[in-house]
């Protein structure tokens, strides 16, 4: 029997190649045989434009649908690089969640996610949640309905010390949520790793700092123009380049998905400890 699993990307910071990694990670799950939606949660949108897909849809058909107060269980699932892969489909986010941020502040906002996904459910396999950098109400609401996070972490100072925001926040959030379970981490992944002294040498360092605490770190993705071609191409990576080597390190977390969807062991320990 298989598991759907709701992995939030989140990230204390932005910049980190996190859109990137939802696209790219969609896509290689999608072509292990499973069905798979991304929730595009930002209202930077970004993902319209890694998909080549309309940059301003009708709220109704964006994931502030979902917060509105008036979800009737119409996700507007949208195919995306159909002609290479079956069972993708983005619900596309956008400016539109700006609006809804009034409803998410208020008591149960932050639930409206899950409710929607309890009363409304899916079939697919997997659910990304693309998240906005800010620890706000939205990723509160991924945090609330998800079952797994990937961290994506560039190896700078800005994006550590958003991390280790982020692991205070997601503490903190469990512990006033009640949330039992809380979502499992899947892992952390170093991304965007340039050939600079600095981001090599934290390269290095930061995996061992994360598996101490328990965490998995998956192996780490270098940055490649090919990434930006292939977004200005509004093609994955693998379409862009079949045999490109930063594809290896993101089959290695499609395959970890593909375990958790499957059932098999969960992910490593997950830290309630702040600081």
């Avoid at 939205?138 to 998800?146: E, G, Q, R, T």
């Avoid at 925001?165 to 949330?179: F, K, S």
Wanted: proline share 7%; hydrophobic share 40%.
């Amino acid at each position: 029997m298989l598991n759907q699993m709701r992995l939030a990307i989140m990230t204390g910071a932005g910049g980190v190649g996190k859109t990137t990694l939802a696209a790219n990670l969609g896509f290689e799950v999608a072509r292990l045989g499973y069905k798979v939606a991304i929730f595009d949660l930002d209202p930077q949108g970004s993902l319209n434009v890694a998909c080549r897909l309309n940059k301003t849809p009708a709220p109704k058909a964006t994931t502030a649908w979902i917060y509105s107060g008036f979800f009737d269980g119409s996700y507007t699932l949208v195919p995306v690089w159909d002609q290479h892969i079956k069972e993708l489909e983005v619900f596309q986010g956008g400016s539109a969640l700006f609006k809804v941020m009034p409803n998410l502040a208020q008591a149960g906002g932050s639930h409206l996610l899950q409710e929607a996904l309890s009363e409304y459910p899916l079939t697919h396999d997997l659910i990304i949640f693309d998240c906005p950098a800010t620890l706000e109400q939205i990723p509160k609401s991924a945090l609330i309905a998800a079952t797994h996070l990937l961290v994506p972490l560039m190896p700078d100072a800005k994006a550590i010390d958003g991390t280790r925001v982020l692991l205070d926040w997601y503490a903190a959030n469990v512990q006033e949520l009640q949330l039992s379970p809380p979502p499992t981490f899947l892992g952390f992944v170093i991304n965007n790793v340039e050939d600079g002294a600095e981001h090599q040498r934290l390269s290095k360092e930061l995996p061992p700092r994360y598996e101490a605490r328990g965490y998995r770190v998956f192996p780490a993705i270098k940055h490649y123009t090919a990434f930006t071609n292939a977004w200005s191409e509004a093609v994955p990576l693998r379409v862009h380049r079949a045999t490109h080597p930063a594809l290896e390190p993101i089959e290695v977390i499609a395959k970890a998905i593909q375990q958790e969807i499957k059932g098999g062991k969960r992910g490593k320990a997950r830290s309630t400890r702040r600081g």
